[in-house]
């Protein structure tokens, strides 16, 4: 079997691609997770988006959906912890991609001594433009959630346990 160096400049450009857009999503992830609300922004491609993270309002484009995350994680006593697994990357010609991630995320709630734990399935959708990846739709749905309160002496009670939907 004979391998041409363009297939093989074809492969490479792929794995090239798949890597940056993985590097994205966790450039994105690990920016919700130390706060730092510009490097969010810069995830997102400028002008119409789709932003649409279950039990959230949808959003079209990246500044609006900026300032909420800001609002409400950018405060003392917000911590916050993303895990993205089990991804999935297709090429769909040069410049276009999708993606699927498994989440695991956990915020740590200061204030009202509480913990919220959700399982998350990503679909997103990426748009190469000079030279670099962004992110330009994102759909995010819970599989699972647990609440847990936790009491002045450390002890922990179970509030809100949610199951995946029925198949």
Known sequence: MSISLEDVAARLTALEDKEAIRALKARYLRACDLKQVEDVRDCFATGKIRIAYENFPEFDDR???VAIYQQMACNGGVYDIHHATNWEIALDGDARATGKWSLN????????????????????????????????????????MLTE???????VTVIALAEAPAA
């Open 63 to 65: 500044d609006a959906f």
């Open 149 to 155: 309160q936790v009491a002045e002496d450390g002890g």
């Open 105 to 144: 995320f956990r915020t740590i709630l200061t204030g009202p001594r509480q913990v919220v734990r959700l399982a998350v399935e990503y679909d997103d959708v990426y748009e190469k433009r000079d030279g670099r990846w962004w992110i330009v739709e994102t759909v995010s749905r819970v599989t699972s």
